[in-house]
């Protein structure tokens, strides 16, 4: 299974934007990057995926890189409540055989 | 719709005794999920269920079995809990694999083996 790399931490300030990096330098050209975010004491929630192009929702943006092998949640103005730990995963297309594998993800502190 | 819900929220067993952790989602999800999440770690899947009637091993079966009831619920047993087993465990629904790709997740259970 192709792996992600992440920082173990990053910190921000409140009503900045926030930058992500997600390494995963062996992904298959059917991989999904997929990214989750864990509040404190809350179940993991999903917040966007995309496959090659450039993807926004109203949580964030997910920015891939040409090549595919890095990528980037982009958080346009932290809040408070952003505070959390984000996961990048990669998963295949789907079909019974779906499932994802979470790593240790990023600690976002966002600072008042 | 309630989503994902998970009983107990919490649990202490002692070494050996058995137990159930029940899942349901009422949000008419395909595929079903079970994690374990230790301290300070990532979530790591234990089993999954791909359509009602099926189960497949994930990444950390050992000690565990699960049954789909149907369609709404997942559950998963310890059969004779371990103090390794003491870990936090979620719960996870999708719709339709490849159709559609948000997980919801499950509130948790805190589980503590003594």
């Known amino acids: 299974d192709a792996k992600t790399t992440q920082p173990n931490s990053m910190e921000s300030n409140e009503e900045e934007p926030v930058h992500l990096p997600c390494n995963h330098s062996?992904?298959?050209?059917?991989?999904?990057i997929h990214w989750y975010r864990q509040l404190p004491s809350q179940g993991p929630e999903y917040v966007i995926h995309?496959?090659?192009s450039n993807v926004n929702n109203r949580m964030a943006s997910l920015a891939i890189a040409e090549d595919r092998k890095s990528s980037t949640l982009i958080l346009h103005r932290a809040t408070l409540r952003d505070a959390a730990v984000y996961y990048c995963?990669?998963?295949?297309?789907?079909?019974?055989?779906?499932?994802?594998?979470f790593g240790k993800g990023t600690l976002l502190t966002v600072n008042p | 719709n309630a989503g994902v819900t998970q009983t107990p929220k919490f649990q202490v067993l002692k070494t050996g005794q058995s137990m159930t952790l029940q899942c349901a989602q009422d949000?008419?999800?395909?595929?079903m999920y079970w994690y374990r999440q230790d301290p300070g770690m990532g979530l790591r899947l234990i089993y999954y269920?791909?359509?009602?009637?099926?189960?497949d091993k994930g990444e950390v079966p050992n000690g565990y079995n699960v049954s789909r009831l149907n369609k709404r619920e997942f559950s998963l047993r310890l059969e004779s809990a371990a103090p390794s087993q003491t870990s936090v465990y979620f719960c996870?629904?999708?719709?339709?694999?490849?159709?559609?790709?948000?997980?919801?997740f499950g509130p948790g259970t805190r589980l503590t083996v003594t």
């Open positions: 269920s791909a359509s009602e009637g099926t189960t």
């Open positions: 996870a629904s999708i719709p339709n694999p490849g159709l559609t790709y948000e997980q919801y």
């Open positions: 949000m008419n999800h395909n595929s």
């Open positions: 995963i990669l998963s295949g297309s789907g079909g019974s055989n779906y499932k994802l594998t």
């Open positions: 062996t992904i298959s050209g059917t991989d999904y």
């Open positions: 995309g496959l090659t």
